[in-house]
């Protein structure tokens, strides 16, 4: 069974920083694309950043360049996503989700490509 758990959330004051993790099992970890999305109630969710098994990444919001990074730790099946300089328009739930194998699967902003998803975990960012 192909479980993504996301963990790290939680409430945050402006101007912080925090670290979400996605931690991946059931699939082959190198093989597949991953991307971080959130959606902030009532709003349409929105694909963020991608990190492609080939190596590659990419953003998909211009909102988070410069704040925002996605890593990934293959020993541990692990991505990851580096917040920094919050603000309360960033509250939202994060979701992390999974593309592949390899190119039978793709990072786009819709999440159209992908075919496994996380739960969620909740930032909330105060002012």
């Known amino acids: 069974e192909v479980q993504l758990v996301e963990s790290g959330g939680g409430e945050v004051q402006a101007g912080g920083h925090l670290t979400l993790s996605c931690t991946v099992s059931g699939l082959a970890f190198d093989d597949y694309s991953l991307m971080w999305f959130r959606q902030a109630p009532g709003k349409e969710r929105e694909g963020l950043l991608c990190?492609?098994?080939?190596?590659?990444?990419?953003r998909y919001h211009d909102s988070v360049k410069g704040r925002f990074t996605i890593s990934r730790d293959a020993a541990k099946n692990t991505l990851y996503l580096h917040l920094n300089s919050l603000t309360p328009n960033d509250t939202a739930t994060y979701y992390c989700a999974a593309a592949g194998p390899q190119n039978a699967g793709y990072c786009s902003e819709s999440g159209a490509g992908m075919s496994y998803w996380g739960k969620g975990t909740l930032v909330t960012i105060s002012s």
């Open positions: 990190s492609a098994w080939s190596g590659a990444t990419g």
